[in-house]
Protein backbone atom coordinates (compact mmCIF):
# COMPACT_ATOMS: atom_id res chain seq x y z
CA UNK A 1 0.00 0.00 0.00
CA UNK A 2 1.19 3.10 -1.37
CA UNK A 3 0.36 7.35 -1.53
CA UNK A 4 -1.97 9.15 0.29
CA UNK A 5 -3.63 5.91 2.75
CA UNK A 6 -0.13 5.92 3.74
CA UNK A 7 1.25 9.19 4.52
CA UNK A 8 -2.29 9.57 6.72
CA UNK A 9 -2.19 6.51 8.70
CA UNK A 10 -2.20 6.54 12.68
CA UNK A 11 -2.07 10.45 12.01
CA UNK A 12 -4.73 13.32 11.98
CA UNK A 13 -6.59 15.15 8.91
CA UNK A 14 -7.79 18.42 9.09
CA UNK A 15 -10.99 19.19 6.83
CA UNK A 16 -10.33 22.94 5.25
CA UNK A 17 -13.91 23.39 4.40
CA UNK A 18 -16.04 26.88 4.75
CA UNK A 19 -20.14 26.20 3.73
CA UNK A 20 -21.18 28.93 1.75
CA UNK A 21 -22.23 32.49 3.87
CA UNK A 22 -19.72 31.60 6.17
CA UNK A 23 -17.00 34.54 6.82
CA UNK A 24 -14.06 32.42 6.27
CA UNK A 25 -15.88 31.26 3.01
CA UNK A 26 -12.96 32.37 1.07
CA UNK A 27 -10.64 30.73 -1.11
CA UNK A 28 -7.53 32.32 0.42
CA UNK A 29 -8.67 31.79 3.74
CA UNK A 30 -9.16 28.06 3.18
CA UNK A 31 -5.24 27.81 2.09
CA UNK A 32 -4.69 30.18 4.96
CA UNK A 33 -6.57 27.13 7.53
CA UNK A 34 -4.46 24.27 5.26
CA UNK A 35 -1.13 26.32 6.17
CA UNK A 36 -1.94 26.14 10.32
CA UNK A 37 -2.96 22.81 9.80
CA UNK A 38 -0.14 21.47 8.17
CA UNK A 39 2.47 23.57 10.79
CA UNK A 40 0.53 22.25 13.13
CA UNK A 41 1.22 18.25 12.42
CA UNK A 42 -1.63 17.50 10.28
CA UNK A 43 -0.58 14.98 7.93
CA UNK A 44 -3.19 15.27 5.54
CA UNK A 45 -6.20 18.08 4.13
CA UNK A 46 -9.49 17.47 3.29
CA UNK A 47 -10.85 20.00 1.17
CA UNK A 48 -14.16 21.08 -0.57
CA UNK A 49 -14.08 22.23 -4.80
CA UNK A 50 -11.37 21.80 -7.33
CA UNK A 51 -10.80 25.49 -6.58
CA UNK A 52 -9.94 25.06 -2.91
CA UNK A 53 -7.70 22.34 -3.46
CA UNK A 54 -5.73 23.96 -6.26
CA UNK A 55 -5.18 26.78 -4.09
CA UNK A 56 -3.97 24.81 -0.97
CA UNK A 57 -1.83 22.71 -3.00
CA UNK A 58 -0.16 26.02 -4.19
CA UNK A 59 1.08 26.30 -0.11
CA UNK A 60 1.38 23.12 1.14
CA UNK A 61 3.14 19.74 0.54
CA UNK A 62 0.66 17.47 2.55
CA UNK A 63 -1.65 14.87 0.55
CA UNK A 64 -5.18 16.46 -0.25
CA UNK A 65 -8.10 14.51 0.08
CA UNK A 66 -10.44 16.57 -2.25
CA UNK A 67 -14.26 16.32 -2.65
CA UNK A 68 -17.16 18.25 -3.93
CA UNK A 69 -20.48 19.26 -2.13
CA UNK A 70 -23.21 18.94 -4.31
CA UNK A 71 -25.90 21.21 -2.73
CA UNK A 72 -29.33 20.55 -3.01
CA UNK A 73 -32.69 23.01 -2.17
CA UNK A 74 -33.68 20.97 0.46
CA UNK A 75 -31.42 17.95 2.24
CA UNK A 76 -27.91 18.18 2.83
CA UNK A 77 -25.64 18.39 0.55
CA UNK A 78 -24.16 15.37 -1.17
CA UNK A 79 -20.82 14.10 -1.48
CA UNK A 80 -19.04 14.04 -4.79
CA UNK A 81 -21.32 11.84 -6.71
CA UNK A 82 -20.07 11.93 -10.06
CA UNK A 83 -17.22 11.25 -12.18
CA UNK A 84 -16.96 14.54 -13.46
CA UNK A 85 -16.38 15.96 -10.43
CA UNK A 86 -13.98 13.23 -9.37
CA UNK A 87 -12.10 14.22 -13.08
CA UNK A 88 -12.27 17.75 -11.75
CA UNK A 89 -10.69 17.51 -8.69
CA UNK A 90 -7.85 15.33 -9.63
CA UNK A 91 -7.06 17.89 -12.48
CA UNK A 92 -6.79 20.42 -9.29
CA UNK A 93 -4.32 18.26 -7.66
CA UNK A 94 -6.11 15.86 -5.19
CA UNK A 95 -4.65 13.07 -3.97
CA UNK A 96 -7.82 11.19 -2.96
CA UNK A 97 -10.93 11.63 -3.54
CA UNK A 98 -13.89 10.97 -1.14
CA UNK A 99 -16.97 10.39 -2.59
CA UNK A 100 -20.52 9.97 -0.60
CA UNK A 101 -21.18 5.48 -0.27
CA UNK A 102 -25.09 5.84 1.20
CA UNK A 103 -28.43 4.54 0.32
CA UNK A 104 -29.27 8.63 -0.41
CA UNK A 105 -27.00 8.79 -2.89
CA UNK A 106 -27.93 5.72 -4.60
CA UNK A 107 -31.15 6.60 -4.91
CA UNK A 108 -30.33 9.59 -6.76
CA UNK A 109 -27.33 8.70 -8.85
CA UNK A 110 -27.21 5.21 -8.81
CA UNK A 111 -24.83 2.59 -7.55
CA UNK A 112 -22.04 4.37 -5.56
CA UNK A 113 -19.95 1.77 -5.71
CA UNK A 114 -19.73 1.66 -9.54
CA UNK A 115 -18.41 5.33 -9.01
CA UNK A 116 -15.28 3.63 -6.73
CA UNK A 117 -14.17 1.13 -9.30
CA UNK A 118 -14.28 4.10 -12.12
CA UNK A 119 -12.41 6.63 -10.17
CA UNK A 120 -9.71 4.35 -9.10
CA UNK A 121 -9.41 3.02 -12.57
CA UNK A 122 -10.02 5.86 -14.40
CA UNK A 123 -8.14 8.42 -12.44
CA UNK A 124 -5.74 6.19 -11.07
CA UNK A 125 -6.59 7.88 -7.09
CA UNK A 126 -7.35 6.11 -3.95
CA UNK A 127 -11.20 6.48 -3.02
CA UNK A 128 -12.35 7.39 0.50
CA UNK A 129 -16.19 6.43 0.72
CA UNK A 130 -17.83 8.49 3.27
CA UNK A 131 -20.70 6.59 4.73
CA UNK A 132 -23.58 6.55 7.17
CA UNK A 133 -23.86 2.65 8.38
CA UNK A 134 -22.06 -0.09 9.02
CA UNK A 135 -23.70 -1.90 5.79
CA UNK A 136 -22.90 0.89 3.87
CA UNK A 137 -19.38 0.68 5.14
CA UNK A 138 -19.33 -3.03 4.22
CA UNK A 139 -20.47 -2.56 0.82
CA UNK A 140 -18.32 0.01 0.13
CA UNK A 141 -15.43 -1.67 1.15
CA UNK A 142 -16.18 -4.96 -0.82
CA UNK A 143 -16.50 -2.71 -3.91
CA UNK A 144 -12.73 -1.82 -3.30
CA UNK A 145 -12.62 1.18 -1.49
CA UNK A 146 -9.15 2.34 -0.12
CA UNK A 147 -10.73 3.44 3.00
CA UNK A 148 -13.77 4.01 4.51
CA UNK A 149 -15.14 6.93 6.51
CA UNK A 150 -17.31 7.50 9.27
CA UNK A 151 -17.93 11.02 7.65
CA UNK A 152 -21.70 10.72 7.44
CA UNK A 153 -23.11 9.20 10.75
CA UNK A 154 -25.48 10.92 12.03
CA UNK A 155 -26.23 13.18 8.64
CA UNK A 156 -28.34 10.30 6.81
CA UNK A 157 -32.21 8.96 7.95
CA UNK A 158 -30.68 5.67 8.54
CA UNK A 159 -28.00 7.28 10.79
CA UNK A 160 -29.56 9.07 13.60
CA UNK A 161 -27.36 11.88 15.42
CA UNK A 162 -25.54 11.04 17.91
CA UNK A 163 -26.18 13.67 19.96
CA UNK A 164 -23.49 15.82 19.24
CA UNK A 165 -20.61 13.11 19.75
CA UNK A 166 -18.76 11.53 17.00
CA UNK A 167 -19.97 7.91 16.16
CA UNK A 168 -16.75 6.33 17.38
CA UNK A 169 -18.99 3.38 17.59
CA UNK A 170 -19.30 2.64 13.53
CA UNK A 171 -15.87 3.23 13.59
CA UNK A 172 -15.35 0.03 16.19
CA UNK A 173 -17.94 -2.22 14.19
CA UNK A 174 -16.15 -1.35 10.58
CA UNK A 175 -12.87 -1.99 11.78
CA UNK A 176 -13.82 -4.92 13.95
CA UNK A 177 -14.71 -6.48 10.22
CA UNK A 178 -11.27 -5.75 9.11
CA UNK A 179 -12.67 -2.45 7.28
CA UNK A 180 -9.86 0.46 7.00
CA UNK A 181 -12.16 3.03 8.85
CA UNK A 182 -11.26 6.19 8.98
CA UNK A 183 -12.99 8.04 12.08
CA UNK A 184 -14.76 11.56 10.63
CA UNK A 185 -17.50 13.59 12.04
CA UNK A 186 -17.97 15.66 15.14
CA UNK A 187 -14.28 14.48 16.50
CA UNK A 188 -13.62 17.53 19.09
CA UNK A 189 -11.39 16.33 21.69
CA UNK A 190 -7.73 14.55 22.86
CA UNK A 191 -10.15 11.86 23.94
CA UNK A 192 -12.30 11.37 20.97
CA UNK A 193 -8.86 11.03 19.16
CA UNK A 194 -7.65 8.87 21.35
CA UNK A 195 -10.62 6.39 21.58
CA UNK A 196 -11.27 6.60 17.69
CA UNK A 197 -7.71 5.11 17.47
CA UNK A 198 -7.79 2.69 20.08
CA UNK A 199 -11.24 1.37 18.19
CA UNK A 200 -9.25 0.63 15.49
CA UNK A 201 -9.44 3.46 13.24
CA UNK A 202 -6.77 3.79 10.21
CA UNK A 203 -6.65 8.14 10.90
CA UNK A 204 -8.74 10.77 12.15
CA UNK A 205 -10.56 13.58 10.49
CA UNK A 206 -11.27 16.64 12.35
CA UNK A 207 -13.28 20.03 11.05
CA UNK A 208 -14.48 22.04 12.56
CA UNK A 209 -13.19 21.94 15.59
CA UNK A 210 -10.36 23.21 13.88
CA UNK A 211 -11.21 25.25 11.73
CA UNK A 212 -14.91 27.10 12.67
CA UNK A 213 -14.37 29.65 15.10
CA UNK A 214 -18.26 30.33 14.51
CA UNK A 215 -19.27 27.33 15.96
CA UNK A 216 -16.70 27.55 18.56
CA UNK A 217 -17.66 30.56 19.48
CA UNK A 218 -21.14 29.85 19.88
CA UNK A 219 -20.50 26.84 21.90
CA UNK A 220 -18.35 28.12 24.26
CA UNK A 221 -20.73 31.72 24.42
CA UNK A 222 -23.56 28.89 25.10
CA UNK A 223 -22.24 28.16 28.22
CA UNK A 224 -22.01 31.33 30.03
CA UNK A 225 -24.43 32.24 31.92
CA UNK A 226 -25.67 35.19 29.39
CA UNK A 227 -25.66 32.22 27.23
CA UNK A 228 -27.81 30.19 28.76
CA UNK A 229 -30.19 32.62 30.02
CA UNK A 230 -30.92 33.30 26.23
C1 LIG B 1 -21.57 15.87 6.86
C2 LIG B 1 -20.60 16.53 5.92
O1 LIG B 1 -20.99 16.98 4.87
N1 LIG B 1 -19.30 16.57 6.33
C3 LIG B 1 -18.33 17.27 5.55
C4 LIG B 1 -17.47 16.41 4.79
O2 LIG B 1 -16.55 16.70 4.12
C5 LIG B 1 -17.64 18.38 6.29
O3 LIG B 1 -18.57 19.44 6.35
C6 LIG B 1 -17.13 18.11 7.72
O4 LIG B 1 -16.58 19.31 8.21
C7 LIG B 1 -16.10 17.03 7.84
O5 LIG B 1 -16.70 15.79 7.60
C8 LIG B 1 -15.43 16.96 9.21
O6 LIG B 1 -16.39 16.84 10.20
P1 LIG B 1 -16.40 17.83 11.47
O7 LIG B 1 -16.45 19.23 10.93
O8 LIG B 1 -17.67 17.47 12.22
O9 LIG B 1 -15.17 17.55 12.27
Known amino acids: MTGTLMAIRDGLV ?3 Q ?5 PL ?3 PVIALLAECAERGGAVGLRVNHPD ?10 L ?3 GLTKVVRQEGRALITPEYGLAEQLVAAGADMVAVEATE ?3 ALYGDPRALVTRIREGLGVQVMADVSTLEEGLRAWDAGADVVSSTLSGYTPASPGAGGEPDLDLVARLASRGVRTVAEGRLATTGHVTTAFAA ?5 VVGGAVTDPLAITRRLAAATPLGTRR
Open 25 to 27: RRT
Open 14 to 16: VSC
Open 200 to 204: GAWAV
Open 52 to 61: DVRAVKDVVR
Open 63 to 65: PVI
Open 104 to 106: EVE
Open 18 to 22: APDGH
